[in-house]
């Protein structure tokens, strides 16, 4: 394992006060929406998790994470064809004291898929009941009226909760923010997953168009692709930064996916020192963004 800057460097952090050694205090707790639950600031993404070639090395990403204080995990059946699902199962086994707060997904259309879902989810993850079930990724306006249509998967995860197969209802979407907005008029969805990210605000933008809308409902607000899914990085924006960007919005919690224990350790640091950026680290962060906006980086959105 890398350590202290030798990690950082690889990592392309740049700050070393942003990953300066872990001070005793926790990962941070935000409140959930209206739902009465608190959640940790880091979110551990596990898409990464199902592609990993060495199931006891994704284990091992999951532990950490928990054992550093994360209490969120967001994961979906079709990351790695269930085996995210199941190495988080894997490690939720090892460590069945902990407070933790399990976020999936159902990719289907259909109610009977959906309830699919729910059920091999339960198995796969070994729980007899799910915190946040996510209707995921809704692109457009006739993809968000299939959602909402009777025999549709929002009819089937809510009779799920009526089951007590779950807690909360959830929708998930980042392809356009406006549709995102209007999926949120509707009362039966607990929270929002969407991106948010430094080079968001220059177009289609997810914190213009959707994070307010979320607020106002009370709605849980769930960031995702806080690096463009890896790009902001490679354009040469520091990860640390990149976090503290999004850290400073009024969101729930921030899925961070990793792949590797020193990935998690970095996260933590960053989100443990609770430091949002300042007016001026944000407007020079934002200009530094700015020539990368549009579909080369932010391919998942719709133009």
Same mark, same amino acid.
Request: net charge positive; aromatic share 4%.
């Given at each position: 394992?890398?350590?202290?800057?030798?990690?950082?460097?690889?990592?392309?952090?740049?700050?070393?006060?942003?990953?300066?050694?872990?001070?005793?205090?926790?990962?941070?707790?935000?409140?959930?929406?209206?739902?009465?639950?608190?959640?940790?600031?880091?979110?551990?993404?596990?898409?990464?998790?199902?592609?990993?070639?060495?199931?006891?090395?994704?284990?091992?990403?999951?532990? !950490?994470?928990?054992?550093?204080?994360?209490?969120?995990?967001?994961?979906?059946?079709?990351?790695?064809?269930?085996?995210?699902?199941?190495?988080?199962?894997?490690?939720?086994?090892?460590?069945?004291?902990?407070?933790?707060?399990?976020?999936?997904?159902?990719?289907?259309?259909?109610?009977?898929?959906?309830?699919?879902?729910?059920?091999?989810?339960?198995?796969?993850?070994?729980?007899?009941?799910?915190?946040?079930?996510?209707?995921?990724?809704?692109?457009?306006?006739?993809?968000?009226?299939?959602?909402?249509?009777?025999?549709?998967?929002?009819?089937?995860?809510?009779?799920?909760?009526?089951?007590?197969?779950?807690?909360?209802?959830?929708?998930?979407?980042?392809?356009?923010?406006?549709?995102?907005?209007?999926?949120?008029?509707?009362?039966?969805?607990?929270?929002?997953?969407?991106?948010?990210?430094?080079?968001?605000?220059?177009?289609?933008?997810?914190?213009?168009?959707?994070?307010?809308?979320?607020?106002?409902?009370?709605?849980?607000?769930?960031?995702?692709?806080?690096?463009?899914?890896?790009?902001?990085?490679?354009?040469?924006?520091?990860?640390?930064?990149?976090?503290?960007?999004?850290?400073?919005?009024?969101?729930?919690?921030?899925?961070?996916?990793? !792949?590797?224990?020193?990935?998690?350790?970095?996260?933590?640091?960053?989100? !443990?020192?609770?430091?949002?950026?300042?007016?001026?680290?944000?407007?020079?962060?934002?200009?530094?963004?700015?020539?990368?906006?549009?579909?080369?980086?932010?391919?998942?959105? !719709?133009?």
């Amino acid at each position: 394992m890398l350590a202290g800057a030798a990690a950082a460097a690889a990592l392309g952090f740049t700050h070393p006060l942003d990953v300066a050694a872990d001070e005793p205090r926790p990962i941070p707790r935000r409140a959930f929406g209206q739902t009465g639950v608190q959640v940790s600031a880091l979110g551990l993404g596990c898409f990464p998790l199902g592609g990993l070639r060495d199931e006891a090395a994704a284990v091992e990403v999951v532990l !950490r994470a928990l054992d550093a204080g994360c209490t969120y995990l967001d994961t979906a059946p079709s990351y790695g064809r269930g085996r995210s699902e199941t190495r988080v199962g894997r490690a939720l086994a090892a460590r069945p004291d902990l407070d933790v707060f399990l976020a999936t997904k159902t990719h289907t259309r259909t109610g009977a898929d959906a309830r699919r879902d729910v059920e091999g989810s339960l198995k796969r993850l070994g729980v007899e009941r799910l915190d946040l079930v996510q209707v995921h990724a809704v692109k457009s306006r006739e993809d968000l009226q299939a959602v909402l249509s009777k025999g549709g998967p929002l009819e089937a995860l809510l009779r799920a909760r009526e089951e007590g197969l779950l807690r909360f209802v959830g929708v998930t979407g980042h392809a356009d923010p406006v549709v995102m907005r209007e999926a949120l008029a509707h009362e039966a969805f607990d929270a929002a997953l969407f991106p948010l990210n430094c080079v968001d605000p220059h177009h289609l933008s997810f914190e213009r168009e959707t994070l307010p809308a979320a607020v106002e409902r009370g709605i849980a607000r769930v960031a995702m692709k806080v690096f463009a899914s890896g790009n902001l990085p490679k354009k040469g924006l520091d990860p640390a930064l990149c976090l503290r960007y999004v850290g400073g919005l009024d969101v729930s919690t921030i899925i961070v996916g990793c !792949r590797s224990v020193e990935e998690i350790d970095l996260a933590v640091r960053v989100l !443990r020192a609770n430091r949002p950026l300042s007016p001026d680290e944000k407007k020079t962060l934002l200009q530094k963004s700015l020539p990368h906006r549009g579909k080369d980086v932010e391919w998942y959105k !719709r133009a």
